[in-house]
């Protein structure tokens, strides 16, 4: 979340079970954690990893039509996230923003409804500062690396492919163009909030870019009209599983997923404005809380498991 925090620090914005069994610590000294009471071990995480969200993504055996308007039969009866929450209250927000997923053994399909009276956005070009506008974040997480991916209201996208430290050269990922400390465009990065993962720090490729994704915006208003009337606008993206080959490598996870596979992957929204006092708004919301202004925490990720279940044909999960 945010090159422009990562770097000028001018805002605090924006692995997994897998992560902690690959060897995380299970006790940190983290100086960002809470205090503990007298008698009590101090958390490793700002968050509870054990009670981050849990969803199913079920299957769909038509390929979904990407141009952003949520009105194939697949999202409208795919379990929707409940309402998002702020990112370090756990609160709730504004407005409303939810998020779905969908698969087929092709790509990883994920919706955004996001509630929005004024819909504006100004930013048109690949990685530019695109949390300097409103947007809406997916983070997928593999065991040593991690994808974020934001979009705006244009559909203007800023991508980062994050590899940590400690996995950098034993994973092969140093001998990846794209990759190497020599391109100018891999910068080292230690996150925003929580500076002091038990993982370390790592490496951020601006130089990678997703292949064959395919992203769409629908505006429900009047872009950059302000006039209070809008209803909002909602996001489809689709991800190739081809494409997840350096997210899925360290541990060699299925690629499509097999029925009951688990990863953890997150799902955000980012505002540059904040509800009025008395909210205590951060301008980050989130579907699972972090505890901390920091996208970057893959513990804090949802746990999304993959059934090979058609959508609509079981009841969601409780």
């Not at 983070?139 to 940590?164: M, S």
């Not at 292949?211 to 209070?228: E, F, R, S, W, Y």
């Not at 996001?235 to 009951?260: N, Q, Y």
């Not at 951060?282 to 498991?305: A, K, L, N």
Request: net charge negative; glycine share 8%.
């Amino acid at each position: 979340m945010r090159m422009f925090m990562h770097w000028m620090g001018t805002r605090l914005a924006s692995v997994l079970a897998m992560g902690l069994a690959a060897g995380l610590p299970t006790a940190a000294a983290a100086a960002d954690t809470p205090v503990p009471a007298p008698g009590k071990i101090a958390p490793v995480f700002p968050c509870d990893p054990a009670t981050a969200a849990r969803y199913t993504a079920f299957h769909v055996s038509t390929p979904i039509k990407v141009d952003g308007v949520l009105d194939e039969s697949a999202w409208q009866k795919v379990p929707k996230s409940p309402r998002f929450t702020d990112i370090i209250t756990g609160k709730p927000t504004l407005y409303d923003t939810r998020a779905a997923v969908l698969w087929d053994e092709k790509n990883l399909y994920v919706a955004y409804w996001v509630e929005e009276p004024n819909v504006a956005a100004t930013l048109t070009h690949h990685n530019e500062p695109i949390y300097q506008n409103n947007d809406v974040e997916l983070f997928i997480a593999g065991k040593d690396t991690y994808y974020e991916f934001e979009i705006n209201a244009l559909n203007t996208i800023y991508e980062v492919f994050f590899i940590w430290e400690e996995a950098y050269e034993r994973g092969g990922y140093a001998a990846v163009p794209e990759f190497r400390r020599s391109n100018p465009e891999v910068r080292p990065f230690n996150g925003v909030g929580f500076t002091r993962h038990p993982r370390g720090p790592r490496l951020g490729s601006w130089a990678w870019t997703f292949p064959g994704m395919q992203t769409a915006v629908h505006i429900d208003g009047k872009l950059n009209q302000n006039t209070g009337q809008d209803k909002g606008w909602t996001v489809e993206l689709a991800l190739p599983w081809a494409g997840m080959k350096w997210l899925a490598k360290a541990d060699d996870r299925a690629l499509p997923p097999k029925s009951g596979d688990v990863w953890r992957i997150d799902f955000s929204r980012f505002n540059q404005y904040k509800a009025p006092a008395p909210a205590n708004d951060s301008g980050g919301w989130f579907w699972s809380r972090h505890g901390i202004w920091d996208s970057h925490i893959p513990e804090c990720f949802p746990y999304v498991t993959f059934s090979t279940n058609e959508v609509g044909t079981l009841p969601p999960a409780k």
